[in-house]
């Protein structure tokens, strides 16, 4: 056997499937050996993992980089260099930047901007609004897009919704195609009632934003939404379920063998509207949290694997542009960040025994990478990339400002303690974090395109 370049003896390595004692070999940056711990072939760089953990990298499907576009908020250096510390090795980027990336030219101003400025691997969804209604086929087919992501409601200023028919025609379309949509779904028009309502009655209050998403709004356009897949049959995610019952729909459309996914995210599973009140625009996003009762029945739901996927939805702003939502929550952007504390949060749910380990790697690293068509990545098998984490199950941390990567450093999450934490990131064998401290190098992140067929 050759000298391997790096050896890692002494850990437990966790699949969907399985976890077990087993050392692993890296060359190439490519998983070349599982090994028997009792089995240490030569390497030029040997980590001791003892009494800790090993998992596939986190792929986060769900990033708002801005990057070309505004860039005060964040921007690919500081965000991929928040992955890395995280445990995230490959980041997805929406399609909101400016110029939006809904056609080639502006996909490939996009991969130009962040060509050597990665910490972390990383692939780029494409989007739909009304401007590239009629190109969308031609965009999937000719581009290594991941996913083709849609609004059915205002969200922000940056993309623009669509209605029904533009949506099922681009759905029907592309599942000819093996594609992936991920689909924002909120009834724009009764989110519209209430928030006018409530503007109307002079509410100004955290409270009032999470009361102009009703539950209503979510859960009859995922169920709108299941039925244009039920028709067309095209794979289709809906992100950030922030209600228990858009999860019981969604599982039950997969129980009768649609192709449909539930992703959430951090927020959902640890804040509730009470401290949206207390923490006003600094958890300000769409769709909002909602009651302590439908926190504690995602938590449940969590539990039974409704969930598919979990994502940060990371998506911040300037702290400026936040602070006049204090005196009155419509002044406010929507958006928070969530790279650095995605992966902290969900082995704290695994120290509290709402998920195994084995179901954690299975909606952070290997249900993306199918989705996503990610290649090599997502697994710990034999010559895949070597994408890691080695997490600490018995550290306690507790996320500070200085802890923060991002390029505005603030979080809902400051001050809140974590049982498990990665302590060692490494993307194709090569450590990019140690302890949550950037270790890697600027433009070491490589591009990962969904092959075309």
Not at 34 to 45: E, G, R, Y
Not at 50 to 77: L, V, Y
Not at 141 to 154: D, E, M, P, Q, S
Request: negative net charge.
């Amino acid at each position: 056997m050759d000298t391997l370049d790096t050896l890692i003896i002494g850990g437990t390595v966790v699949t969907p499937h399985s976890t077990q004692k087993l050392n692993i070999g890296i060359s190439n940056g490519i998983l070349c050996e599982l090994l028997n711990p009792s089995i240490t072939p030569k390497a030029q760089t040997i980590i001791d993992a003892s009494g800790k953990f090993i998992i596939p990298g986190c792929i986060d499907e769900h990033i708002h980089f801005n990057d070309p576009g505004t860039t005060h908020r964040e921007d690919f250096p500081h965000g991929t260099a928040a992955c890395a510390v995280g445990g995230i090795t490959t980041a997805i980027a929406m399609p909101t930047n400016t110029p939006l990336v809904l056609n080639k030219t502006n996909l490939q101003l996009t991969l130009d901007t962040y060509e050597g400025n990665g910490y972390v691997d990383y692939a780029v969804h494409g989007g739909l609004d009304a401007s590239n209604d009629g190109q969308l086929e031609e965009f999937w087919l000719n581009t290594g897009i991941t996913a083709v992501k849609v609004f059915t409601c205002y969200s922000s200023p940056d993309m623009g919704w669509v209605r029904d028919g533009i949506l099922y025609k681009n759905m029907k379309l592309l599942a000819d195609h093996n594609a992936t949509m991920i689909i924002h779904s909120e009834n724009h028009d009764l989110i519209a009632l209430a928030e006018k309502e409530l503007r109307d009655r002079g509410r100004c209050d955290g409270m009032a934003h999470c009361q102009s998403h009703p539950v209503l709004s979510e859960v009859e356009a995922i169920r709108r939404i299941i039925y244009y897949v039920e028709d067309t049959g095209i794979t289709t995610v809906i992100p950030h379920v922030s209600t228990w019952e858009g999860l019981e729909s969604i599982k039950k459309a997969r129980d009768r063998g649609l192709p449909v996914f539930a992703e959430t995210c951090a927020q959902y599973l640890t804040f509730t509207e009470t401290d949206v009140q207390e923490q006003g625009p600094y958890l300000k996003f769409t769709p909002p949290v909602h009651s302590k009762e439908n926190r504690a029945h995602i938590l449940e739901q969590l539990k039974k694997g409704y969930v598919n996927t979990i994502a940060s939805d990371h998506s911040p702003y300037a702290e400026y542009e936040k602070v006049p939502g204090l005196d009155c929550i419509w002044d406010s952007p929507n958006g928070i960040p969530g790279l650095e504390i995605l992966l902290p949060t969900l082995l704290n749910l695994v120290s509290e025994g709402w998920i195994t380990m084995e179901k954690l790697v299975e909606m952070t690293s290997y249900t993306p990478a199918l989705l996503y068509q990610l290649p090599g990545k997502g697994r710990i098998e034999i010559g895949y990339d070597a994408d890691l984490v080695i997490v600490d199950m018995e550290k306690e941390m507790v996320f500070t400002e200085d802890m923060i990567q991002c390029k505005n450093k603030w979080s809902p999450f400051i001050g809140r303690t974590f049982k498990g934490c990665p302590v060692m990131t490494l993307v194709r064998g090569k450590t990019v974090a140690k302890d949550f401290k950037l270790t890697g190098e600027k433009g070491y992140g490589h591009y990962i395109a969904r092959p075309k067929f």
